[in-house]
């Protein structure tokens, strides 16, 4: 079964440096987004992805933060000089993209950035 | 606004007991999509199941049931016979344009 893939699965950095997530949606998808977890807490949409532009960001999602499709199969999530307080769990996800944006979305395992 | 409350913060049930965790949304549209996801200690994020506003009828799916009610504004989820295995947190998500909307969740600790 087709399943979203997220590399790395936990990530380390110092504050200040820049990290990059990767996703590989499942391959006949057409949404893609991006959502955060801080620990213990709910589940955050960041930033949703069509047609190689951003179709909707949170105001969680400012300047620091940027996606990108840099090929057919890779969708990234770059943070460009990370705080303490983007320590959390990220999440991918994508859809069919069928029903526009109202399909199912099917998350990826995560990635684990902590921030020290 | 749209709004997903999930009250129940954690629920301990022994194994075999029946559970259901509550759901309760708050959404303008006339036509939405709720969702449930289970977060398993691991940490992913598992679709359990996609309800839409105009489909009215509960669905059961072996031992997990679901009750939509638009009236109370509710779409309830029910474990039967809980297992060990369920011990999770589940997710209530509701769909607003192409970006989900999550309750708190629910910590359910199924003992054997």
């Known amino acids: 079964e087709p399943e979203v893939t997220q590399t790395p699965s936990h990530q380390v950095t110092q504050m200040g440096q820049e990290v990059i997530l990767r996703c590989v949606p499942i391959s006949n998808h057409l949404y893609f987004y991006w959502y955060r977890q801080i620990l213990g807490q709910k589940v955050e949409f960041l930033v949703s992805f069509y047609n190689n532009e951003i179709s909707e960001k949170s105001e969680i999602f400012d300047d620091q933060f940027s996606v990108e499709r840099p090929d057919g199969s890779n969708f990234t999530l770059k943070i460009r000089s990370t705080k303490l307080e983007d320590s959390a769990m990220y999440f991918c996800?994508?859809?069919?993209?069928?029903?526009?944006?109202?399909?199912?979305?099917?998350f990826g395992p995560g990635t684990r950035l902590t921030v020290l | 606004a749209q709004k997903v409350t999930q009250a129940q913060t954690e629920i301990s049930v022994v194994e075999k007991e029946d559970v259901t965790l509550d759901c309760v949304y708050e959404t303008r549209d006339t036509t939405y999509y709720l969702f449930w996801y289970k977060q398993p200690p691991s940490g992913e994020l598992v679709f359990l199941i996609r309800r839409n506003s105009f489909d009215e009828q509960n669905e059961i799916s072996g031992r997990y049931s679901w009750n939509f009610q638009k009236s109370t504004s509710s779409f309830n989820f029910t474990i039967t016979a809980s297992q060990v295995v369920d011990s999770a947190v589940y997710f209530c998500?509701?769909?607003?344009?192409?970006?989900?909307?999550f309750g708190t969740g629910t910590r359910l600790q199924v003992f054997p």
């Open positions: 996800a994508s859809t069919e993209g069928l029903a526009g944006g109202t399909d199912t979305q099917y």
């Open positions: 998500a509701l769909l607003n344009t192409d970006k989900l909307i």
